[in-house]
Each structure stands twice: as C-alpha cells, then as structure tokens.
C-alpha cells in the first residue's frame, strides 16, 4: 500500500515511516500542508494520513482542497483533541476517519486498513430513488441533477441505504455494512456521518429522503417522514 504521512512533528513523522516501513508499505512523508497537498495531487496514494495542525495549510483545508478537485484517496485525520466539533469539522471536511493523538500503532493500521481496503466500486446499473441518483460506475451522486461531493465512508453509507431503500436498516447493521465487522464503531459515529450527508443530500427543493426510526436505525425513502 502506497501512504502518504502529512505530519510537521518529526519525532511523530519518523515513527509512522518507520512502523508503516516495516509493515511493507510505501511510505513518502510532507512536513507542510502545500507540500502535502502537491504530494497528494501529484501521485497516486492507496491512503493518507493527514494531521490537523500543519503549517503553510491546516489538514482541514487540505483536505477541503483534495475533495473540491474530485481527489477521493482516503483519508485518516490525525487530530489530539476529540471534542465533537473537531472530529465534525475534519469529517465535514472530507476526512473519511480521524484518530486522536496519542494512539496505538496497531489502532493506527487497523483503520488504514478498514479505509483502504475497498477497492473501486463495482460497475452496474445507476440506484435512482426520487430525484437521488448513485452511479456506481462513476462514482457520482446527484441530486435533482445536481452533483455531489460525498466523502468515501459518506458514498458508501448512501450506496449502502440506497440498495435497501424502503427498508429499515438497523444501526448496527448500518455500522458493520459500511466499516467492516473488525471495527467498534461507535452509535455517535454513525449518527455524525448520517447528519452530514443529510445536509448533502438535503440539497435542492425536494424532501428529505433520509428517516429516523427512532429506537431501530435509518431507512431511505422518497416519501415525506411520518
């Protein structure tokens, strides 16, 4: 696996290439957010893992600037504070998972892992419910043909209501369906992800299309909440 470390700490930049090294990975390190950023725009990368506070460019803008220019390499934020404001921002931002400083290595390799391991979503048929539409083919959504920008884990969670759309799906099923069953994935966790592509998806004129059952999970569904 090819990763990209954005860190200014050395101590800590030194550590991940040494560890992500011996675990044979490919491992190419920016001290700066700009030189992060024309690493990431210049090269492919399998993941990347992404501090917070960087100077020249915090991770959040990094992160704002890959997506904005349809860059979807996944990326781990690394952030020491865990206040729910800041963990929003940096998934609001693009990040597709955050781990707060300090960490375990092993932490550290299992989300990699979980991140990077799906590959290109398998071509089929668009999923079209109401004026949402999902192209697996592209990897786009629209709405009222309006195009999106989803992060990845925002994309799955979609693809993943979308092909049970009218169906309830419990929230642990939601969780292990979209992070894999070898993560712990908190409720809140999900509840942030689902709030922030409610704001996505919610865009235009048209109804929500994302419900609340109360007590059981999420269903997706063009009809008007009850």
Request: proline share 4%; with cysteine.
């Amino acid at each position: 696996m090819r990763v990209l470390v954005v860190e200014d700490e050395r101590r800590m930049a030194d550590l991940l290439r040494t560890g992500l090294t011996e675990e044979g990975h490919s491992v190419a390190v920016a001290s700066t957010g700009p030189d992060g950023l024309a690493l990431a725009e210049a090269e492919d990368f399998d993941v990347i893992v992404l501090d917070v506070l960087l100077p020249g460019l915090d991770g959040y803008d990094v992160a704002r600037r890959l997506r904005r220019t349809g860059n979807q390499t996944p990326v781990l934020m690394l952030t020491a504070r865990d206040a729910t404001a800041d963990i929003v921002t940096g998934l609001d931002a693009g990040a597709d998972d955050y781990l707060v400083k300090p960490f375990a290595f092993d932490v550290l390799l299992a989300r990699l892992r979980a991140i990077s391991r799906r590959g290109p979503v398998a071509q089929g048929v668009c999923l079209v419910i109401g004026d949402l539409s999902l192209d697996p083919a592209a990897h786009q959504v629209r709405r009222a043909g309006e195009l999106l920008t989803l992060t990845r884990t925002e994309y799955n969670l979609l693809e993943f209501l979308m092909r049970r759309a009218g169906t309830v799906v419990p929230r642990r099923t939601l969780i292990e369906g979209v992070w894999g069953h070898e993560r712990e994935i908190e409720d809140n966790t999900l509840d942030v992800f689902v709030r922030l592509l409610r704001q996505k998806v919610g865009a235009g004129d048209g109804p929500g299309l994302i419900h609340t059952v109360r007590g059981v999970g999420y269903v997706l569904r063009a009809e008007p909440e009850r």
